[in-house]
């Protein structure tokens, strides 16, 4: 399995480097599951592991192939157990209706993905962050706490790109409240948010400032 270990190690050094070449040029499979059950418990911790980061390079590869007419930011982050995961930022500049289309998503090699749809909008001189939509397709992995814990991150990666095409920084994140039960319950999604520096008032709306804005 040695030449396996050497491959997974080349994957997460393309992946902890963000070498889009690499991943774009990648034609690596997945070892099917049938293949790795009638093997010794160490080598298929190893296969398993050559298996999420083959399916999360091809799910990045696919993502920014399927965007690749719109900005695009890349952030490597290790979720609670360590394994590497993206989160990926693209703005549509050219869809500007009442604001301008912005999305968070993280992408694992192993869940589906979390994604918190959003939109940049102006106010007289002040530009926010609305947050439509976030969602979390499968609860207590803690990829909801990343994406609201980088936000201050994401958000200052994204005003770089903003201020190329003229638009002023996004200074405040705002939205509604609104808990998928079947997922989180709403006192749980307030306290995550608050933890997180929001202010929610009596009606579920919820306002932060953007922090280290540089």
Known sequence: ?????????EIKSNLMNENIKAIRKSKLKVIKSEDIKNI???DRNLLEEYNYYVKLLKKIKKYINKNKDLLTILNVENDKIGKIIYIVVTINIKEISIGIPIELRIITGDTNDTYMDCTYYKIKDESRLYINDFKSTRPNQGYGGILLKNLDNIVNE???YLRIYKFKDIKIIEGHLVANKNIISESDLKDMYAKYGFEIDSKNNMKRKVYNIN
């Open 158 to 160: 994204a005003n770089k």
């Open 40 to 42: 010794r418990l160490e």
């Open 1 to 9: 399995m040695n030449s396996l270990d050497i491959k997974i190690n």
